[in-house]
């Protein structure tokens, strides 16, 4: 089973920058491609944006495109969301996982990491 854990999140100002890190366990890293998602209380969690299993092909959803830049290193099972330029609705927890045409694909989750954008 895949284990998921998420760092880098915090409080930063608007139009400032974070770092999210996600380390997998697992072998079958290297060959799926992975995504992030964020959830909000009182909402579904959200798709955010997805890399292919090379790192040759990346995924955004339109609210982030311009802004956020997701990356991947394989040899380190890790998976990377740069975010720029945050607006206080990117305020969030965000996950990442394995993920099929933006779903996730594994059921279970990692703790999620909190990004908090001030105005």
């Known amino acids: 089973q895949v284990q998921l854990v998420e760092t880098g999140g915090g409080l930063v100002q608007a139009g400032g920058s974070l770092r999210l890190s996600c380390a997998a366990s697992?072998?079958?890293?290297?060959?799926?491609?992975m995504g992030w998602f964020r959830q909000v209380p009182g909402k579904e969690r959200e798709f955010v944006a997805a890399?292919?299993?090379?790192?040759?092909?990346?995924d955004y959803t339109d609210s982030v495109k311009g802004r956020f830049t997701i990356s991947r290193d394989n040899a380190k099972s890790t998976v990377y969301l740069q975010m720029n330029s945050l607006k206080p609705e990117d305020t969030a927890v965000y996950y990442c996982n394995a993920l099929v045409a933006r779903r996730p694909a594994f059921d279970s989750w990692g703790q999620g990491i909190q990004v908090t954008v001030s105005s």
């Open positions: 697992g072998r079958t890293f290297s060959s799926v491609a």
């Open positions: 890399i292919n299993w090379s790192g040759t092909s990346t």
